[in-house]
């Protein structure tokens, strides 16, 4: 039985076990490849997207979980990568491998969604589950201040 979800605004209907993990479904279904497979555990954030505006670790949420609900992937933040986090990324050259990237900026974009002007503690609270093996973490955490600016000036 498909699932019905809708994923970056677009309804579809998933042909896919209810028990799949959402990140599988996201990729393999819907061929939407940007949210990346790491752990498998939910203990890295690799695998982040955005349920109904709230991050979850796609990697053990089961497809069924997002049945007639909101999917957000990196995708669907910008498809020209205008988002103000997205350019922030790469004004502060954040990416080296770039492995976590996308789950480092959906949790990000929840954090910025909640709290437009965080603090480094909120930054380091709301990012502590998503790991960067390259070690940018500095250099994370200026991003998201930079996007914060960029969203409170009204810039893209």
């Not at 970056?8 to 819907?30: F, H, K, S, T, Y």
């Not at 049945?67 to 990416?95: F, M, N, S």
């Not at 492995?99 to 929840?110: P, T, V």
């Not at 503690?121 to 200026?142: E, L, P, V």
């Amino acid at each position: 039985m498909a699932i019905p979800v809708t994923i970056n605004g677009r309804q579809q209907q998933l042909d896919v076990p209810n028990e799949m993990p959402l990140l599988w479904a996201i990729r393999e279904a819907a061929g939407l490849t940007g949210t990346k497979y790491a752990c498998g555990v939910a203990q890295c954030g690799a695998c982040t997207v955005h349920l109904d505006g709230q991050p979850v670790r796609a990697c053990v949420t089961p497809t069924s979980a997002a049945r007639g609900r909101r999917v957000t992937t990196i995708e669907g933040l910008d498809a020209k990568g205008e988002h103000p986090l997205q350019k922030a990324w790469v004004e502060e050259q954040v990416p080296q491998c770039g492995y976590c990237q996308s789950g480092q900026i959906m949790s990000a974009a929840a954090l910025l969604a909640a709290k437009p002007s965080p603090t480094d503690a909120d930054i380091d609270a709301a990012m502590a589950g998503n790991i960067c093996r390259c070690g940018t973490y500095q250099r994370i955490r200026a991003a998201i201040h930079k996007a914060a600016a960029m969203k409170k000036a009204g810039t893209r």
